[in-house]
Structure formats: structure tokens, C-alpha cells
């Protein structure tokens, strides 16, 4: 059954039909044949063809040697049962433009004449079978498809002479059916899908050029068949949206100007341009004397050729190397002085065999100067073939292989992975090397095989060069790394010579990633556990570093670590329920609990380390030094440590002495990062605020639905349009994916294109609560107000992590380095005098980093309800020894090793003011909690956070949610259940809000970082797009409305409208704009710095709070031209006046390396008000 090939297999093996029959004599046939020592063939299932096969002039006379091409041939001579091969050619590019196109034809031609599926074909290649008709036949006359063999595919010329064998014409037929007698023997009981035929008609080869960035997209232009038509196949149409780069000479392609002014060309759609072309094909170099390098021979030859060694003897002579270096020229006459277009050169590039014909293709807009180089392409246009596609997959996996950005992209990636998070240009430049030589030598040995992308030699390098050894690198605050919780994990297990009584269970730790960050096997998603260039706020952050791994600093995972650590410690690894532990077993088994501290007795694995001297405390913790921290342990740590377990080593507990320094240890920097920590000892002064607020209670909660959203079918046009137009008609007519129009619950709005909407009816509450609901159509990250006309592709528009990074900052300039919009916010409310609380669940930190001098901190918030930390201890102030261990960071403490230690302190202090927020019983106790769906842990974490809000001294909080499972490529299938899940968790917040009275005094914003695009892909689901939808939803929201502008129609007729995407119309800055003012912040130099692309857009475009809110104090109007806002004055603010706002955003970004930490690390809260 071919595989490879497009073949109907029951039309192909249909007896009657003609079939490529190698007889026994055909070299080929031997070679299929494979015979063993009886001169039996043994038919091996796949056959490489290493040689060219000798034919002599008898073998020439088969079949298989005079036709064009073979696809599948048949062996039967001799033999009870037929033997067929599919043969697949070598890789092969064809161009895509090219002259004297011939016209060709799919399907059938019916009484009316009329062609469908027509396109143009290079007459050159073997692409389509034969049409042939009687000479001077009429109109009653039908066509008849003749060939050697069944699916043959043949040139132009040798279609016109396959029909003059039969006393036939080449053309273009009236009539083509599908019946035995009348379609000829080669087209009898076959899918006339299957093939395409020549006819002797014209094809004019067009170009579709885009005017914003000067794509092009194949257009043919066949000539009208009998009954006056051109139904051009969809994919080379017109109407074609399959652009594609093309490198236009000088960079330089036609404008709308320019497609006016040329006669050959037209305008389509007023976003591209569709002229005719000329081809014209040169040489490149007519002798040895015009090139320099091969380096320079490759930048000007584009077209690959195939070994000469492939052809027939003689066909190629080697000339030698023509006096450069490296090089191998085959000619098929001269010498280096005379090259042609036959012309091959030959050489090794990065240790890959390379072949390129002397010729180039350039394509020519007619009747202007506009050129480019004409593209190649694997996959036909006129037949594609799964072979085609295969081999261009190859070639798209080495051009990244060999893409110049390769090498130090997988160096420093690897780095990261192995060590060092910001490895030096150095270290990268000798890993570039490294991996490009296939070469590294250290220390007299030899790594690599000598060819190009060899890991081992990659590897090497970073494992054995001196930056990532020598160990006098530690004492610089920038090298090192913190390491992963996972690797940390294992590494302690290796260290501490983790024993298992029982092979059959076994921590697995595939569980773990809700309580450490991390699992076997538990990715989160394609981008890992942690993105790559993630700096952790603060002093990695300020020093413009990276630190993927301190994403997963959340302070219940934290404390989980470090306690199940102590549990690991005490009684081994197990899976009692009681205490923190390590999740996930190999097999599932009933543990015994122990409550003995040091007793493993029931425990399937335990650390069997001893230390090799136990003479004194200071060998013991000198040793577990080494293991657990390779020898980092700061002296004043160690000190502390020591003289701790000493106490306990005089009783002459020597186990316990050790499980008790195992335990201090495992809670400092220096276990978890590399590097030299410099810890003072002192602990960090962390508190909250101890003076109630003034003023009301406010909260924002921003529900992150990462993934991209596809809000298209969220929000969706039904009718009542302003040109009696059925909206919801046109909205599927684009889409594909459309939500039935019985899956729509209906609202009303004004000054939108329909005055009557559609929302999902799987999140209906939306729906039922449209008069506290506002809906911002078309939003999205945007620079600047822009449409498909201007410059618009600037960055990385739809990469998930870029534009993830571009919400969470809200800062497209900089102006404001390493804060988001969320902190600025608060940074902001707290200058006016506000008690503030910045909330993070799920990781979404980015967002709510706000300037240092605020010290905003972020606090972790989960539905864990807390639990006394160690529980059973060998040493009951093993966290308050941590505070210590984890102090005040002095000059030059590392970077990592800051990000530890201050994360576990504000963890601890977290820990402790839960726990008495527990101690007081502030919990929601009737949530109707779904532990099936992280959205419902997520809000009930929050509802139960924010009853906290008096005992906290808060009065503005920011919480930022995050959810993902929105980048629905592949299916539209999980948007249903994802809204179902919305419409019920929302539904129970918002009435847990109601139970506490605060309704009115919490938005709930709905946002992600870009929408979907508006056509469905091929799998039934959307790619990523650009603008979408979101929606604000609080008891306080002046709802019932749509804002920004609903695009209409979804399709190339709206001038937002390109590549299948929508261009925001509505930045995020409005919204905030208008809830920033709500909460508190209403001074233009305040809203300034927490926007600071405000001024880039009309000040009257943005949203005010009175536009948003019933309560809102800020409203914007147009006078004699200009816009003038004001505010209301609010009684309730502050009687403290606040300080101005700074003139202007941080003057510069932060120096590579800060001059010092600070000696003291203010609170996380002020305790008192601002005073000035």
C-alpha cells in the first residue's frame, strides 16, 4: 500500500488497470529482488538505492528506464503473489515561479464545458498525466487520459507525445466523465482527484504582494476554458492568503502608489497587490577568478543541486578545486575558466555535504523594477505528496539546526540547566565553538566526534571550563544558580544516601508539583516548569539578571520543601498523611505512621549517611557542609549551627545530633543556591500594617486566563445591525468554529455596530449579571494606535511568554524597569495613604512588582489551610534558627542566595500571620468548594484571604489569578467546559462576596494575553491572534454595556483586520485607567507613572471610573476641542496629605551589579501611615 505517494490503493491495484511491471531482466527488478546464496529473492521491506544500476542497451529498452518518473511498480514474473515497491526520489525543489506555464485541469468536464480546480503547472516537471482528444475533434468529443502505467505522472512534452503515440492531440477538453468507455484506459473507475492533466492552454503566473511587509502569496491566472470560466483552485486564487517572506532585492516591493502606477499590476482588498511576473534564470559565476571563499559562493547560490556522482558516467567531470580551498567543481564541459548553468559546486558546510547549481531564479514584476528571488518549495502546488512533506520537515529541522542563532541559543540554554543562569559571553563563545568544531579538549582528553552540533563536545565545555569550576567564581554575587526544587530533592537523596528496604516502593514524586513546583513528568506545559528568562523581584531583578528557577519561590511551596525535608530527615521517606512529605509512590501501600521522632522503622526508604568522623560537632557539620552545600556554608552559619547541635551532641546522641544539623543546614541559602551567601545573622524585620486604615475597603481581582482566549465565541454578534445586516450570519461565516445561535444568550447595548449581542450560554452569568458587567471589545497590548496600514508587526506579537510579559508590565517603552502595571498601581495607592496588599496565586508575580522604594511585597496566597510547622521535631526552633540562617544579607551576598533567604523570611512571616489569622477563626467555612477545578481553589483562596482584610489593616488588595488551558490549537471542544467552570466558581465568589458585604466593593477584571484569530485551522481549533475581549464584573460596575469597538465584519473588509487576526482597538490602559482612578489613584502624575503609555492615546479615549463604576469620581469631556477631565473630591481619603509624585519614572535602568544590599531589609509594610 503506498504511504508516501496520493494513490487511490484499490484503483492501484485494480488488475486491469496498466501497472509498472519490472520483468525479471530489469536491473532494478535484481535489485528489488535482493536474491540470497540459492538465488531466492528475499524482497527486503525497504530498499536504498547506495549506486546508480547499470543498464546496458537491452536494460534501456524496459519501461521503467524511458518514462519521466515511477511511483509504484509491480514484480510478479515467477511468482505466486505480485511484489510492488513504492519508490520515493530524493529530496526535490521545484520553483515557484516559473515561465511558459501550462494550464492544467482536476475533475470532471461536464456538458456545460465548465473546468473546476484549475491551476498553472511548469511544463518541466512531471506533475500531471496526459489529456488527449481526437485532432479538430467538437464540442460532443470528450477527452481520454492515456499513459504507461497507472498514476503516472509525466512533463508537458511528454503528454503530447504519449497522445501522439495513439494518433491523439494534446488539449483541452469539452468533455471529461467518469466513465469506463469514454475516459480513456488510464482514467477508468478512478478518483479524478487523484490526478490532474495537461492541456495545451496558457497559465499566467502572478504574485500577490502584501503592502505592509511585502509578503507574497502565489496567484495563477489560467485562461478560460470552454464554457468561459476560471475556477482557479482556492489555494493560487485571488483570494489566497498563503503569504509567505520573499527577499526582494534592496528590500524593495511595490506600495499601493506603486501597484496604481504599474500597468501589469491591480490592487485587491486595499492590502495587497496582484501584478503578473517574468522569470529570468543566469549564471552566477562564469569562472574561478570571481570567487573569493566558499563563504561568499554560499551567500550568492541558493539552488541546491544533486550529487554528480547520481548521474550517468560522464555526465559530470571533477575539475578539481579551481584554486579555493575546500572546494569540488563538476562541469559538464570547460574548465574553471568557463562555468554554465550546469555548473555544480561542492563542499563540506558545518560537516554537511553540500551541492549548488551555478544559477540563479529571480522573479520580475512586469513592467516595473521591482525583483525578488524566486522561493523553492519542496511541496507542489500541483501535487502534493506526504514524501514532499517529509522531506520538507527534514529541511526545516536542519535549517535550525544550522541557523547561526542555534549554537549559543542551546549553549546558554544549557547552561541555565546546568549551573549557571547568566553564564558569561566567554563561556558561551567557547561553547559556540565547541559545538561548532565537534571538538573540545580539557585536561589532556578529547570530547566530541569532529563534526558539527555535537553535544558531548557542548557539554563538555560547560562542565569542565573554568568558569564553571573554579571555585573562586562562588564569591561573585552574579554566578551560580538557585537550584530546582526537583533537582534539590534528588540531589539530597543522593548526598544523604537515600536506602530502600523495599525496590517495589519508591517515591516516584510525580505528585509533587502542587506542593514543591515541581514533579515528574508534571510540566505544566510546553515552556517548562519555569520560563527561561525569569528574574526574581528584587535583587536578582535589580542586578539585570536571570533566575528561572525562583518562579517557583511561592511560600507554601517553600515551607513545604523545607518541611518535608525535616520529615525526611526524621522519619524517612513515606507517605503518612500526618506531616509534610513527598509525593507520589511507585505502588500504592498502606504506610505506618510513626510519631517518634528518628524512628524509619516503617518507612520504605530512609537516608543511611554517616558522617566519616563523629569526634566533634564541627567535623559533622564541616562534612554535611560539603555534601549538602559543597562546602559553602558561610562561617557565621556554620557557626550558628554548630553551636545549636552541640548541646545535643554531649548527651551522646550522635544520630540526633546529626538529623538536627541535616535540618538547620537544608533551611539555608546555601543548600539552595550556589554561590557565596553572606548572611549577617540578623533577621529580616518583616511586618504588616499595626494601625487600622482609613478609609474603605477596595479589591481588584484580575483573572489571568492564560493560553489566549478565544473571546470571539464569548462575545458574539446576533442582530438588530445598523445595516439591517444579519450580525450573527456574517460572524460565522468568518469563524467556522461558530457558537450555534441556540448557544447564545442575548444582551442589549448602543453604540456598537449590533444593538443586540450574544454571550456563550456556558457562561451565562455573564449574561444574567449584564447590568454589573462591562464588556471591552477588541483589546489587547498596543503601542500605539495603529491599523493594517501602518507599521504593525513589531515584536514577538504572538509568542505566549511575550505577551504575557507585555500584560503583566503594561509598560511598553521600559520607562518603568522590571515593575507591572498591578504594582505600580499599588505603589501609587500607597503614597496616598492607603494600607495596600499585593496577592499573587498560581505564580502571575510579574504583574504586581512595583517599585523598590515601596516595598509593595507580594504576598503567596493558597487555599492550604496552614498547619504547625515541624511537627514531631528533633529541634523545636528549627524555623526560628531558619529566620537567622536566613538573614540580613551583607555586601556582596549572592544574588541567589538573597532570593532565597528573603523569600523564605516572608514565607515564615506569611506562615505566622496566617496561623493567627486561623487562631482567631476568620475562615470561610461553607465555600461549596470543587477540588476538581483549580479556578474554585483559586477564588476561595481569595474570598477566604480577603475576610481577613481587618485583621491584615488593609484597605486595598490586588489579586492576580492565574489559569491556563486556553491555547486551543487542536480543538474548540474545551472552550464549552471552561466556561461551564467559569459560570459556576464566579458565580460562587460573587455570592461569597454578598455573604461578606463587599459586592460593591470588588471589580473583577477577566482578561488574557491575546485573542484568537478569527478563521479555524485545519484541526478544528484557532490560532494565536491579537485582539479579543475581556469584561469587568463587580456590584459597584456601571454595567450593562459594551466598550471600545466591536469589529464588523470579521473579516479582510475591516481595516483592523490582517492575517486572519484583529489589531486592538482598545489597549489595556483604558480599563485601568478608569479602575486605577476607582481604587484611589487620580492625579494625572499618578496615573502617569502606573500607565506610562497613557499620553500615547487620546486622554479622553481612556475609561474613567464614572464610565465604569456607580460611584466613580473621574469623568473626561471634550471642550472647544480639547479634552479637559476632572475628578470629584472624595471625602474619605486620607487626611494625611500624600507626597507629589515623582517628576518622572526612574531615571535609568539598574546597574549590572548594585553596590551593595542594603544592611537592613525594610518591612514589607510600613507599619505607620506615610507622613510627607
Not at 526535490?92 to 484549475?118: P, R
Not at 475597603?697 to 444579519?726: H, I, M, R, W
Not at 502617569?1088 to 456607580?1110: G, I, M, Q, W
Not at 526612574?1146 to 514589607?1164: E, M
Request: with cysteine; charged share 20%.
Amino acid at each position: 500500500t503506498p504511504t508516501m505517494l496520493s494513490s487511490d490503493v484499490a484503483i492501484e491495484m485494480n488488475p486491469d488497470r496498466p501497472k509498472m511491471e519490472l520483468p525479471p531482466s530489469s536491473p532494478l527488478f535484481n535489485r528489488l529482488c535482493s536474491p540470497d546464496s540459492n538465488g531466492d529473492c528475499t524482497f527486503p521491506s525497504k530498499v536504498v538505492l547506495e549506486d546508480n544500476l547499470f543498464y546496458d542497451d537491452a536494460a534501456k529498452l524496459g519501461l521503467e528506464y524511458k518514462v519521466d518518473t515511477l511511483r509504484t511498480v509491480e514484480m510478479k514474473a515467477g511468482m505466486s503473489h505480485p511484489m510492488y515497491y513504492e519508490y520515493i526520489r530524493q529530496p526535490c525543489v521545484e520553483h515557484s515561479f516559473y515561465s511558459d506555464a501550462k494550464k492544467v485541469i482536476q475533475g470532471q468536464v461536464h456538458g456545460d464545458a465548465v473546468q473546476d480546480n484549475v491551476m498553472c503547472a511548469d511544463p518541466t516537471l512531471p506533475v500531471a498525466t496526459s489529456m488527449c482528444l481526437e485532432p479538430g475533434s467538437e464540442q460532443s468529443v470528450g477527452g481520454t487520459v492515456h499513459c504507461n502505467y497507472m498514476g503516472e505522472r509525466m512533463t508537458y512534452n511528454s503528454a503530447i507525445e504519449t497522445c501522439a503515440a495513439k494518433g491523439l492531440e494534446l488539449g483541452e477538453p469539452w468533455l471529461f466523465r467518469n466513465y469506463p468507455h469514454e475516459s480513456g484506459p488510464c482514467a477508468k473507475g478512478a478518483s479524478f482527484s487523484d490526478f490532474r492533466s495537461w492541456t495545451n492552454s496558457t497559465c499566467q503566473m502572478k504574485v500577490k504582494v502584501s503592502f505592509d511587509a511585502g509578503k507574497v502569496a502565489i496567484v495563477h491566472s489560467p485562461s478560460p476554458d470552454h464554457g468561459g470560466m476560471t475556477n482557479t483552485e482556492p489555494s493560487v486564487s485571488e483570494a489566497s492568503l498563503n503569504f509567505f517572506k520573499a527577499p526582494w532585492t534592496n528590500g524593495h516591493f511595490p506600495s499601493l502608489n506603486d501597484c496604481l502606477s504599474i500597468g501589469s499590476c491591480h490592487v485587491y482588498d486595499d492590502e495587497s497587490c496582484i501584478c503578473d511576473t517574468e522569470v529570468a534564470v543566469n549564471d552566477v559565476f562564469t569562472s574561478s577568478s570571481e570567487i573569493s571563499s566558499i563563504a561568499d559562493l554560499k551567500a550568492a547560490l541558493h539552488i541546491g543541486a544533486a550529487d554528480p556522482q547520481s548521474f550517468e558516467d560522464g555526465h559530470f567531470t571533477n575539475i578539481g578545486s579551481c584554486e579555493i580551498d575546500g572546494l569540488t567543481v563538476y562541469s559538464t564541459g570547460g574548465d574553471c575558466t568557463s562555468f554554465n548553468s550546469d555548473t555544480i559546486f561542492s563542499f563540506e558546510w558545518k560537516s554537511k555535504p553540500l551541492f549548488l547549481k551555478n544559477i540563479k531564479s529571480e522573479v520580475y514584476i512586469s513592467g516595473s523594477s521591482f525583483v525578488f528571488r524566486n522561493p523553492v518549495q519542496f511541496v507542489s502546488v500541483v501535487q502534493t505528496e506526504a514524501r514532499d512533506a517529509y522531506h520538507e520537515t527534514d529541511e526545516v529541522l536542519d535549517s535550525l539546526f544550522y541557523h547561526p542563532s542555534h549554537p549559543p541559543f542551546l549553549a546558554m540554554r544549557l547552561a541555565q540547566r546546568f549551573g549557571l543562569s547568566n553564564a558569561s559571553p566567554s563561556l558561551i563563545e567557547r561553547a559556540v565553538a565547541a559545538y561548532e568544531a565537534g571538538s573540545y579538549e580539557a585536561n589532556n582528553l578529547q570530547f566530541g566526534s569532529g563534526k558539527y552540533g555535537d553535544l558531548g563536545a557542548l557539554i563538555a565545555v560547560i562542565l569542565l571550563d573554568p568558569e564553571s569550576r573554579e571555585a573562586v567564581l562562588d564569591a561573585d554575587q552574579s554566578h551560580g544558580h538557585a537550584k530546582a526544587p526537583l533537582d534539590q530533592v534528588i540531589s539530597v537523596f543522593r548526598s544523604m544516601g537515600l536506602k530502600f528496604e523495599s525496590p517495589l516502593v519508591m517515591p516516584t514524586l510525580i505528585d509533587s508539583y502542587d506542593t514543591i513546583g515541581q514533579g515528574s513528568y508534571e510540566s505544566p506545559s510546553v515552556f517548562n516548569f519555569y520560563l527561561v528568562e525569569f528574574a526574581n523581584p528584587g535583587a536578582v531583578q535589580d542586578a539585570g539578571l536571570t533566575s528561572p528557577e525562583t518562579s517557583l519561590y511561592q511560600s507554601y511551596r517553600l515551607l513545604h520543601l523545607l518541611d518535608a525535608m525535616s520529615t525526611t530527615v526524621k522519619f524517612g521517606v513515606n507517605d503518612c498523611p500526618r506531616v509534610p512529605r513527598f509525593e507520589g509512590w511507585r505502588v500504592s501501600s498502606p504506610f505506618q505512621c510513626s510519631t517518634v521522632e528518628g524512628n524509619t522503622d516503617f518507612s520504605p526508604a530512609h537516608f543511611s549517611y554517616w558522617p566519616s568522623s563523629v569526634e566533634s560537632v564541627q567535623s559533622i557539620v564541616s562534612e554535611l557542609s560539603l555534601l549538602l552545600t559543597s562546602s559553602r556554608m558561610t562561617a557565621s552559619n556554620e557557626a550558628l549551627i554548630t553551636s545549636l547541635v552541640q548541646p545535643i551532641f554531649d548527651t551522646g546522641d550522635i544520630s540526633k545530633a546529626i538529623r538536627a544539623a541535616q535540618q538547620y543546614i537544608l533551611t539555608t541559602p546555601e543548600a539552595h543556591t550556589t554561590g557565596i551567601a553572606r548572611i549577617s545573622g540578623n533577621e529580616r524585620q518583616i511586618t504588616g500594617y499595626e494601625s487600622k486604615p482609613r478609609g474603605p475597603y477596595k479589591a481588584l481581582v484580575f483573572l489571568n486566563f492564560s493560553g489566549g482566549v478565544d473571546s470571539y465565541n464569548l462575545l458574539v454578534p446576533k442582530g438588530q445591525c445598523g445595516s439591517g445586516e444579519d450580525g450573527y450570519a456574517a460572524y460565522a461565516a468568518s469563524r467556522g468554529n461558530a457558537v450555534p445561535l441556540a448557544g447564545l444568550t442575548s444582551i442589549s447595548t448602543s453604540d456598537q455596530v449590533c444593538q443586540e449581542f450574544g454571550v456563550h450560554s456556558d457562561f451565562s452569568l455573564l449574561a444574567d449579571l449584564y447590568n454589573q458587567t462591562i464588556f471591552f471589545a477588541n483589546i489587547g497590548t498596543l503601542f500605539k494606535p495603529l491599523t493594517r496600514h501602518d507599521k504593525w508587526n513589531v515584536g514577538d506579537l504572538f509568542a505566549h511568554n511575550a505577551m504575557q510579559y507585555n500584560l503583566a508590565r503594561g509598560d511598553p517603552y521600559d520607562d518603568a524597569p522590571d515593575t507591572g502595571v498591578l504594582g505600580r498601581l499599588l505603589d501609587m495607592l500607597q503614597k496616598q495613604g492607603h494600607h495596600t496588599s499585593a496577592n499573587n496565586l498560581n505564580g502571575e508575580k510579574q504583574m504586581l512588582q512595583g517599585f523598590p522604594e515601596y516595598q509593595n511585597t507580594i504576598t503567596e496566597v493558597t487555599l492550604s489551610t496552614p498547619k504547625d510547622l515541624n511537627q514531631y521535631p528533633t529541634v523545636t526552633d528549627l524555623f526560628d534558627v531558619a529566620k537567622q540562617l536566613n538573614g540580613v544579607g551583607e555586601l556582596g551576598n549572592s544574588f541567589f542566595g538573597e532570593a532565597w533567604a528573603d523569600s523564605v523570611s516572608t514565607a515564615l512571616f506569611e506562615h505566622e500571620q496566617l496561623m493567627a489569622i486561623a487562631a482567631a477563626g476568620i475562615e470561610v467555612t461553607d465555600y461549596p468548594l470543587n477540588e476538581d477545578s483549580s479556578l474554585s481553589k483559586g477564588l476561595n483562596a481569595i474570598a477566604n484571604h480577603m475576610l481577613s482584610r481587618d485583621f491584615r489593616n488593609v484597605n486595598r488588595e490586588i489579586y492576580v489569578l492565574r489559569e491556563g488551558g486556553f491555547d486551543m490549537h487542536h480543538s474548540s471542544d474545551g472552550l464549552a467546559p471552561a466556561f461551564q467552570d467559569m459560570n459556576a466558581e464566579l458565580g460562587k465568589f460573587i455570592n461569597e462576596m454578598k455573604r461578606q458585604g463587599i459586592w460593591e466593593d470588588v471589580a473583577i477584571v477577566f482578561g488574557s494575553e491575546f485573542g484568537r484569530a478569527i478563521p479555524t485551522n485545519s484541526n478544528g481549533g484557532t490560532d494565536h491572534g491579537w485582539g479579543g475581549h475581556a469584561f469587568l464584573i463587580g456590584g459597584g460596575v456601571n454595567g450593562g454595556k459594551i466598550l471600545g469597538d466591536y469589529p464588523h465584519p470579521l473579516n479582510s473588509a475591516h481595516d483592523q483586520y490582517v492575517r486572519g487576526r484583529m489589531i486592538p482597538t482598545t489597549p489595556h490602559e483604558f480599563v485601568w485607567n478608569g479602575v486605577a482612578q476607582w481604587l484611589g489613584v487620580r492625579a494625572d502624575s499618578d496615573l502617569d507613572l502606573v500607565l506610562p503609555n497613557r499620553k500615547t492615546f487620546s486622554e479622553c479615549d481612556h475609561f474613567t471610573d464614572k464610565d465604569l463604576f456607580v460611584d466613580g469620581a473621574c469623568d473626561c469631556t471634550i471642550i472647544d476641542g480639547a479634552c479637559s477631565c476632572q475628578c470629584d473630591t472624595v471625602t474619605y481619603s486620607p487626611t494625611v496629605s500624600p507626597t507629589s509624585s515623582p517628576s518622572e519614572s526612574p531615571s535609568s535602568k539598574p546597574t549590572s551589579h548594585p553596590s551593595s544590599l542594603p544592611s537592613v531589609i525594610p518591612s514589607v509594610s510600613p507599619t505607620l501611615n506615610p507622613t510627607d
